[in-house]
């Protein structure tokens, strides 16, 4: 199995918080890991420096062997990331969005009614996505990743806006994407959601990795426990 991303000694300062210290990780292509850990652990901090929107203060980053430092373009190329922010342009239609997202990131657009359809946008396809509620953006933004079918996919508490319907699409398009060779990383503090998207977990607290394993056996044990050392 090849490596798709890989964190060696990352660290991240602001002023004098240690926001990240001596990480390092590394997941396989087609895995999915659910970070976990309390608010200000770090995982946040961590996504957005995989996503290139952060540099690290010292350490390494290869996202398929690529450094982004580096090859910055060729990375960006590679991968998705899908947030709280939906990233979508308020003006624009749901269409005119993908359309556009497809130009930027030069992944093939031709499945864009398709990919609506699938998240159950069709209707409102051609509305100016300003006019959606925050589930119908996010719903939008799910049909972008579906289409961009990207190497590595990165996700900060994904479900949040989404109804049970729209979550279980979701899901639907996660496991098809790591079929097809997706990596992915995602931020939850739902221990259920881990279990169902992930084979893996790794949990943080205070910057730095204490823990990883299975999300199956003693995940919710583990997350309490860690829990209560921060109350400590």
């Known amino acids: 199995m090849s490596t798709a991303l890989q964190l060696i000694d990352l660290s991240r300062t602001f002023g004098r ?15 999915s890991t659910a970070l976990m850990g309390p608010n200000g ?6 996504l957005r420096i995989c996503a290139t929107l952060l540099k690290p203060t010292s350490g390494k980053i290869l996202i398929d062997g690529l450094d982004p430092r580096e090859e910055g373009p060729a990375v960006r190329k590679r ?7 939906s990233a979508l342009y308020p003006d624009l239609s749901a269409v005119e969005n993908l359309q556009f997202a497809a130009r930027l990131h030069r ?5 864009i009614e398709n990919a609506l359809d699938r998240v159950g946008l069709h209707s409102a396809a051609r509305r100016p996505v300003r006019t959606f509620s925050r589930g119908m ?10 289409l961009q079918r990207p190497r590595l996919l990165l996700l900060d508490e994904p479900s949040t806006g989404l109804d049970l319907g729209a979550r279980d699409i979701f899901h639907e398009i996660v496991a ?31 910057g730095r990795i204490t823990w990883s394993g299975p999300t199956d056996g003693a995940l919710g044990e583990r997350l309490e426990a860690l829990a209560a050392a921060g109350r400590d």
Request: charged share 20%.
């Open 79 to 85: 991968l998705a990331v899908l947030g709280h922010d």
């Open 41 to 46: 652990a770090g995982k946040t901090t961590l």
């Open 137 to 146: 953006q996010q719903r939008c933004a799910i049909a972008r990743v579906l």
């Open 17 to 31: 918080v240690h926001a990240l210290a001596s990480v390092s990780l590394e997941l396989g292509e087609a895995t």
């Open 176 to 206: 098809e994407l790591r079929a097809s060779g997706t990596t992915v990383l995602l931020t939850t503090h739902d221990v259920a959601e881990a279990r169902l998207l992930s084979q893996s977990a790794t949990l943080m607290a205070r």
């Open 107 to 111: 992944f093939d657009g031709s499945g």
